[in-house]
């Protein structure tokens, strides 16, 4: 029940193309769904988060769009660019400070030029 | 803008030998987390720490870890006898008091030969 799947394990996208991956997961307790971007070598870092409050949330040209019915989040990169090229996590947790977050397989994104 | 260090950037040891990894979080956050990632696989939770103590932990953390914060600033992760499955990335986070935004550091990579 604790599971986030994640879903392409990769993707290609040509550059100006928009890059689409998706997550369910199964704890209804689940609240807060943050979106990280890993680099070769380092950590993972915050790029875009939702609460299911809203069901689409946009940062530039990252956007998350959520269905809480459905129990799935997805990440949308609009105008993909070559250095969007990265491994994404989308993670799921409750939010409150001190939970740990869950994460799902991840989704290694190469963005050719 | 302030982030979580970690140090070394990568360890290597033998097996059964005992490793310490370090990591200073962010100065104002209360809730500490060490992760671990597999090569080529997703990040694991493994503990979170609050107030002095643990306040959750995975089955990973075994008897074999255990995690510290002997001076206020630093947050330590102990493996007393290092086997070569432990051979991953740990990755220390912390998050303010309210809500569950976790910042990363960059990682420690662990080699057990």
């Known amino acids: 029940q604790q599971q986030v799947k994640q879903s392409p394990q990769s993707l290609i996208v040509q550059k100006g193309g928009i890059s689409i991956i998706n997550c369910a997961y199964e704890n209804t307790a689940f609240d807060y769904f943050p979106w990280y971007q890993q680099f070769p070598g380092k950590g993972p870092a915050l790029l875009i988060a939702i609460r299911p409050d809203v069901s689409e949330k946009k940062e530039g040209r990252f956007t998350i769009s959520f269905n809480k019915s459905a129990k799935q989040f997805s990440l949308h990169i609009m105008d993909s660019q070559p250095g969007d090229s990265a491994t994404y996590f989308c993670a799921a947790s409750e939010d409150n400070a001190g939970n740990m977050l869950t994460f799902g397989g991840g989704t290694r994104l190469m963005v050719k030029p | 803008e302030p982030e979580v260090t970690q140090t070394p950037s990568h360890q290597v040891t033998q097996m059964g030998q005992e490793v310490i990894l370090r990591c200073v979080p962010i100065s104002n956050h209360l809730y500490f987390y060490w992760y671990r990632q597999i090569l080529g696989q997703k990040v694991e939770f493994l503990v979170s720490?609050?107030?002095?103590?643990?306040?959750?932990k995975s089955e990973i953390f075994d008897d074999q870890f255990s995690v510290e914060r002997p001076d206020g600033s630093n947050f330590t992760l102990k493996i007393r006898s290092t086997k070569l499955e432990d051979s991953a990335m740990y990755f220390c986070a912390s998050n303010r008091p309210q809500g569950n935004i976790q910042y990363f550091g960059a990682g420690t990579r662990l080699s057990v030969l």
């Open positions: 720490f609050y107030n002095n103590e643990i306040s959750e």
